[in-house]
């Protein structure tokens, strides 16, 4: 019975198991964003902000 108690509470390796799936996650969070922001209307809505605020444009 101790062993199976034992096998239960081996947790080695379960830290290293959550980086790589937190890493994972921000990566696919990083290509979507990467993907969204490469779009025509948020380039034109980003630099209509950008230009705004410097008061470039007109």
Do not use: C, H
């Not at 101790?2 to 947790?11: A, H, P, S």
């Not at 890493?23 to 705004?52: C, E």
């Amino acid at each position: 019975m101790k062993l199976l108690i034992g096998m239960w509470r081996n947790e080695r390796g379960a830290a290293t198991a959550e980086y790589a799936i937190a890493t994972m996650a921000a990566v696919g969070f990083a290509g979507l964003l990467v993907m969204i922001l490469k779009g025509d209307g948020v380039r034109g809505l980003l630099t209509n902000v950008i230009t705004g605020a410097l008061g470039i444009g007109g």
